[in-house]
């Protein structure tokens, strides 16, 4: 499942309309790192167009997730102000929505409403992605590369009632920033 589908299936059309306002759209060249792994992150993320590769080095510097349109990254370090956990990188050309840490806490800070949505928007995707680390740790196969396609295929009852509604939010969210 893709992350963005959790929070837009959370937050309100006006929402929507304040965070294509207050980020912008950067190309990414094949090879460009947007989250370094051990510093600090500033940013949330999200993938417009291309593929971005998820690298860790415990694993070596192996690819251990891909994200693609859709997906959303820097949320945890939003959450968190520890160092990044993982390397962000393009793997080809690649366009990304950017929205500032220190933005997204603003508005939190003012509207209430919205916080609460975002935060339970992650909140539920955190628990899903708890569940599958959770059931490929039980044995039951898998690689980390394999829980992305299992996404879709278990997703809880509330998630799959904002499913249709963040699918057509995301469509607006794509049709505002080639307007903006």
């Keep these: 499942m893709r992350k963005i589908l959790f929070v837009l299936g959370e937050l309100h059309d006006a929402d929507l309309q304040w965070m294509t306002d207050a980020g912008s759209v950067q190309d990414v ?9 051990g510093t600090p992150n500033k940013r949330l993320y999200i993938v417009i167009d291309g593929t971005l590769s998820v690298r860790h080095r415990a694993r070596e510097g192996a690819e251990t997730s ?25 793997d080809g050309p690649a366009q990304v929505f950017v929205l500032e840490h220190s933005d997204l806490l603003t508005k939190m ?10 935060y339970r928007a992650v909140a539920l995707f955190l628990a899903n992605r708890l569940q599958q680390a959770l059931t490929l740790e039980s044995g ?17 009852p509330e998630v799959m009632d904002s499913v249709s509604l963040s699918g ?10 080639g307007n903006s």
């Excluded at 959303?72 to 959450?79: H, K, P, Q, V």
């Excluded at 039951?140 to 590369?145: A, F, I, T, V, Y």
């Design 109 to 118: 800070e003012r509207d209430t409403s919205f916080a609460a949505h975002f």
């Design 66 to 90: 891909r994200m693609g349109i859709g997906e959303m990254a820097g949320e945890i370090s939003m959450l968190d102000s520890r160092p990044s956990t993982a390397t962000l990188v393009a």
């Design 140 to 156: 039951s196969g898998g690689s980390p590369l394999a829980a992305d396609a299992q996404d879709e295929e278990e997703l809880s």
């Design 29 to 37: 060249a094949d090879g460009e790192v947007l989250i370094e792994e």
């Design 168 to 177: 057509a939010r995301f469509l607006a969210f794509l049709g505002r920033l």
